[in-house]
Every structure is written in C-alpha cells, then in structure tokens.
C-alpha cells in the first residue's frame, strides 16, 4: 500500500527565505503526485500536481516542486517566503491503479516569521 | 465549472445528539465522492467514499455512516454523537471520466464541535 510521508509536521522560515518541504512517497510504480495547502478553517485547494512529463512542476503562488524518481521525493519549494504561506501544506498520492484514493500526508504546518 | 457545497459551515451538538452533514456538487456527473475528518492535529482521515448512488465504502468502523441518495449529494450521518466525533469535515470529489488524474476537489468544511 501507498505511504507518503512528510518530514516535520512543523516548520518555520523567515520572511524571504527559502520554504522547502518535504515529501517521500512509498510505491515502486511512480504515482501522481499533488501538494495541497490548507489555510485555517477552510478546505484543501491543490497548489500543483505532477503526473507524468516535466518533473519540475510550477504551481500557484510561487511555488514548485520536484518529482525525483530515485529518490521517491516530491519535495515543495518557493524561493521567497511571504507572510500569506503561513498556512498547513499536504502531499498526497495516487493509490494505485483501479484505486480513486489519494494517500495524504501527516500535513506540514509553515510558519513565517516577519 | 465545478463547485462544491458543505453545510452548515459550524455545528455545536451536544453529545448523543444525531448528526447530519450535507454536500453537494455542481457542474460535473457521476463524480467519485469522499468525506474526510480532520481532528486536531492528527491529519487527513478518509471516513467514507462512494463510486454512485447507493455505493458507500467504509474506511473506518465508527459511530457514522454516510448516504448518497443522488448523483451529487452525500450526507454524513450519526445517530448518537461522541465527544470524539468533534472535528473539521471535509467533502471531495473526484472525476471519473477518462482523463483521470486523480485529483480532488475539496469542500470549504463543517467544522463539528461535540460538547
């Protein structure tokens, strides 16, 4: 079965600084992978998702992510934090063929710090 | 386009009280549906999915259950309430046509409080 997990269910940067966060993935069949963020009391909204193609996927609001086969990684990056990414960051992916279920991760909650 | 509606935004229910939890899609056909339950700090947990009308999968026994009584609703029910039932509920759907790609579309959420 599909796992995915994220490194640190905490993270803080300073305004202007580099965001990265962490995703791994289990499966040996390279799933679609997507980055969710979730401001408070309000649902998931997809940031960026890679399926197949260009493993370097551009998003909105700034931010990309890398889909890197050999390391089973999916990590998100936005080179310049800004005080409006403080916000709670999924990683999910695909659980495999015949399966409509997106395995999510533990979540990532960014803080920015001005 | 697509819109998804979850109501009642906020809930405050006394334990033991039923429940009832609705959201419904606009601008699609025959979606995959989900409910979800996020709890403090603890994640996404997918509670119940369903492929069609009447056709609900279960993830996680537990005191709710969930109906699909047209194409693009799905209720969220409980007879009797826990304390531990409190949480924020999301609802997602997914497109079955062919150009799958898994992804979900999530609803803005109940937040649920059991006192």
């Known amino acids: 079965a599909q796992s995915v997990t994220q490194l640190g269910s905490h993270v803080s940067v300073s305004e202007g600084a580099l965001v990265l966060l962490r995703c791994n993935y289990s499966?040996?069949?390279?799933?679609?992978l997507f980055w969710y963020v979730q401001y408070p009391n309000q649902g998931l909204q997809l940031l960026l998702k890679?399926?197949?193609?260009?493993?370097l996927v551009k998003g909105i609001n700034g931010f990309e992510a890398e889909f890197k086969k050999s390391e089973t990684s999916f990590h998100l990056t936005k080179p310049s934090a800004h005080m409006s990414d403080a916000a709670e960051y999924f990683c999910?992916?695909?659980?495999?063929?015949?399966?409509?279920?997106?395995?999510f991760g533990k979540g990532t909650k960014l803080s920015v710090i001005p | 386009s697509q819109t998804i509606h979850q109501w009642p935004a906020t809930l405050v229910q006394p334990v033991g009280s039923p429940l009832s939890l609705e959201c419904t899609v606009e601008?699609?056909?025959?979606?995959?549906l989900y409910w979800y339950r996020q709890a403090a700090g603890r994640g996404l947990q997918l509670l119940f999915y369903?492929?069609?009308?009447?056709?609900i999968s279960s993830e996680v026994p537990q005191n709710l259950s969930a109906s699909r009584p047209q194409d693009r609703q799905f209720i969220l029910s409980s007879k009797k309430l826990l304390l531990s039932d409190s949480g924020f509920y999301l609802c997602?759907?997914?497109?079955?046509?062919?150009?799958?790609?898994?992804?979900?579309?999530f609803g803005p959420g109940t937040r649920l409080t059991v006192t």
């Open positions: 999910a992916a695909s659980s495999g063929a015949g399966s409509y279920q997106l395995t």
């Open positions: 890679y399926t197949t193609g260009a493993t």
């Open positions: 601008g699609t056909s025959n979606p995959n």
């Open positions: 369903s492929v069609g009308i009447g056709q």
């Open positions: 499966s040996s069949v390279p799933p679609y």
């Open positions: 997602a759907w997914t497109s079955r046509g062919q150009l799958i790609n898994y992804e979900q579309y």
